[in-house]
């Protein structure tokens, strides 16, 4: 069995399976390049396999700041966090800064620290302590069908300004260029019930007229049993599929 490697090989897969070419799939060319979109929208909104998580590093540019918002890549689905890279506690390379001030006196010197290292560990989650509770954690709002990120409160306060960088973590959907994509379990069993189901919805207004050779068409059977196989596929995907909900303290 050739494994399907594009959007193509996949649609002749599906069609494969439906009976062809022993019998005709009566499906409009534009309505399977529909299942397909489909298909791929429900994988990429639910499937672990389907996002991954990437750090995206962006510099601020004059607009940015005037309309308080910056763009985004049209590939990323969700924006989870925003990291405060102006703090004056992270760094040891900004002289005024607390680390920096902590070296200079070789408080945090590691010849200092020599056989305790657990002193200069609860240093350091002191200091991320302090961070937290001093600068915080930028706040944030994802416009995904816009592909904006909203800043809350640092343009507006100057904490943000032109030429600036900033990083947030993000998921972005799997790129269909890497073949393997096309040969998802899951996305194969989903594109052939819905092909099924695009099929019988097409025979159903056919129903019980009898074809040459005495055959009559139920496009009904078809349509019921795609719709399914639609509702079991939907939710084995988000029972074994799914990334799991991030788990936090209130």
């Excluded at 390379?93 to 290292?117: C, E, P, R, W």
């Excluded at 944030?140 to 947030?168: C, M, P, Q, W």
């Excluded at 069993?189 to 005495?214: C, D, R, V």
Aim: overall charge negative; aromatic content about 14%.
């Amino acid at each position: 069995m050739a494994n399907p490697t594009s959007r193509q090989t996949l649609i002749d897969y599906c069609k494969r399976r439906l009976g062809e070419p022993v019998i005709e799939i009566n499906i409009d060319y534009d309505q399977e390049q529909d299942r397909v979109d489909e298909a791929l929208q429900y994988w990429q909104e639910f499937h672990s396999d389907a996002t991954f998580r990437t750090y995206i590093a962006q510099q601020v540019g004059d607009s940015d700041v005037s309309r308080e918002y910056v763009n985004v890549p049209t590939d990323v689905l969700y924006v989870t966090k925003m990291y405060n890279v102006n703090s004056n506690f992270g760094g040891s390379t900004n002289m005024f800064s607390v680390k920096y001030q902590m070296m200079l006196n070789d408080i945090a010197n590691m010849q200092h620290f020599a056989g305790d290292m657990a002193y200069y560990e609860q240093l350091n989650q002191y200091l991320s302590l302090l961070d937290m509770k001093l600068n915080g954690t930028p706040q944030v709002t994802y416009s995904r069908h816009e592909n904006r990120l909203y800043i809350h409160g640092d343009f507006a306060d100057k904490d943000i300004k032109s030429g600036d960088y900033i990083v947030y973590e993000a998921y972005k959907t799997t790129p269909t260029t890497n073949t393997d994509v096309w040969n998802d379990i899951w996305l194969k069993e989903y594109t052939t019930a819905l092909f099924k189901h695009q099929w019988g919805s097409n025979l159903i207004k056919f129903e019980g007229m009898q074809m040459p050779g005495g055959v009559t068409l139920n496009g009904r059977q078809l349509f019921d049993d795609a719709l399914q196989d639609i509702t079991r596929l939907q939710e084995r995907i988000r029972m074994d599929y799914e990334t799991p909900a991030n788990f936090f303290v209130g």
